[in-house]
């Protein structure tokens, strides 16, 4: 049997290494980057923190799984007929395809958004972003007049939590005179952390405060060039505005709806085997299941996916995909964190040490234990000469 998954996110790379642990044939992980990028600590690697986190090569990760291919590549389209998956630079045949490529920004039609933000997506979007900060006080010795983040989102509050303390590093790095540091987080519902809990929005908007750092919840963003930004009419000078609001599916599956049908939101309709079209499934950000867009969903989608398979080649009893309930966790600035599940919730040092446990955790889940703990040791060290970001 070959298994062709496209996408090295915590979907693909999970279901690689559970097919290889179950040892059902051949397995290849179709990627258009040479890492795995940990999404959920982007945050404090575009704030100072070491790389080694959030991004990991993918030959480590699949080092000792000699049935596992590791392909660069981008799929342009498929061809369920003759399962063929069609790439840049050539067709792989499958006999199971897996599909778990994420999600892409949106900028909602905002005037000058797209030309003038940063962003912290990718990992050429971090770079450019800390190449942003340093470069700007180098030129003229100063720090900007307002830095504004837009989206409320984890991403945004956990930026905007960490984006003081790094700044501070900055001045003092190349010896400017401190000045005051105005953080502004905007966001157009009417609070932060709109998908999360009532309580939750409320004890991270406390904090964010504490921090010195504006809230503007309620707020439109109507444009932004490269010199200020305009917020309900009103224009604030900046030249650091940073996007982590917005995100819609992958264009692959719109381009490709007589395999794929979508929902509302634009995302994969699948079965309860997370199956979208004949011997095709969807995993992660891409379907359009309950929590999808959350990492331990796309961990828990690819730990069903590989024992479906599983059953499937030894024609057992199929099972079906289960629910589950993950913890939310928000972390701003140092030692302070909100955890939730179930609606019983912990914050501050104790809570950012439980945040802490779970990514060690999500880690374990793609890594051997002592890489892993190396990985999460790396969020204690600072910016370093990442082989894979040049």
């Not at 905007?186 to 908007?205: C, G, M, Q, Y």
């Not at 439109?220 to 650091?240: A, N, R, Y």
Request: glycine share 8%.
């Amino acid at each position: 049997m070959h298994t062709v998954i496209v996408g090295g996110g915590f979907a693909g790379v999970k279901a690689a290494l559970e097919l290889s642990k179950r040892q059902l044939g051949k397995i290849t992980l179709i990627s258009d980057e040479p890492y795995f990028l940990h999404h959920a600590t982007l945050y404090a690697t575009a704030t100072g923190r070491n790389t080694s986190e959030s991004v990991i090569s993918l030959e480590d990760i699949f080092a000792g799984h000699h049935d596992v291919k590791i392909v660069r590549d981008t799929m342009k389209s498929i061809d369920p007929l003759r399962k063929l998956v069609v790439c840049q630079n050539g067709d792989v045949q499958y006999d199971s395809l897996i599909i778990a490529i994420g999600v892409v920004t949106t900028y909602f039609g905002i005037n000058g958004m797209a030309q003038h933000s940063y962003g912290i997506k990718t990992l050429e979007d971090v770079l450019k972003f800390k190449n942003h900060l340093h470069s700007e006080v180098i030129a003229d010795h100063h720090m900007d007049k307002n830095y504004i983040v837009i989206g409320a989102g984890p991403t945004g509050v956990e930026l905007a939590g960490a984006l003081a303390g790094y700044l501070r590093e900055i001045a003092d790095a190349h010896h400017v005179k401190r000045a005051k540091i105005n953080i502004t987080l905007v966001e157009a519902a009417p609070r932060i952390l709109p998908r999360l809990s009532e309580t939750a929005s409320k004890k991270v908007h406390r904090q964010l405060e504490k921090l010195n750092i504006k809230v503007m919840t309620d707020h439109k963003v109507e444009s932004l060039s490269d010199t200020h930004i305009i917020i309900d009419g009103k224009k604030i000078p900046t030249e650091t505005a940073v996007w982590t609001s917005g995100v819609t599916n992958h264009p692959f599956f719109k381009e490709h709806q007589e395999y794929f049908s979508l929902s509302k939101n634009g995302k994969v309709i699948v079965n309860k085997y997370l199956e979208a079209y004949d011997d095709i499934y969807v995993l992660g950000d891409n379907a359009n299941t309950p929590n999808s867009g959350l990492a331990w969903t796309a961990i828990h989608d690819a730990e069903f996916i590989a024992d479906h398979l599983a059953r499937k080649a030894a024609k057992r009893r199929l099972k079906t995909r289960q629910v589950s309930v993950f913890a939310s966790s928000v972390p701003i600035g140092d030692n302070w964190a909100y955890v939730e599940k179930y609606g019983i919730y912990v914050d501050g040092r104790f809570g950012f040490w439980l945040r802490r446990i779970i990514e060690l955790g999500g880690l374990k889940k793609l890594l051997p234990y002592n890489q892993a703990l190396s990985a999460w040791h790396a969020y204690y060290d600072h910016d370093d000469a990442c082989d894979l970001c040049r």
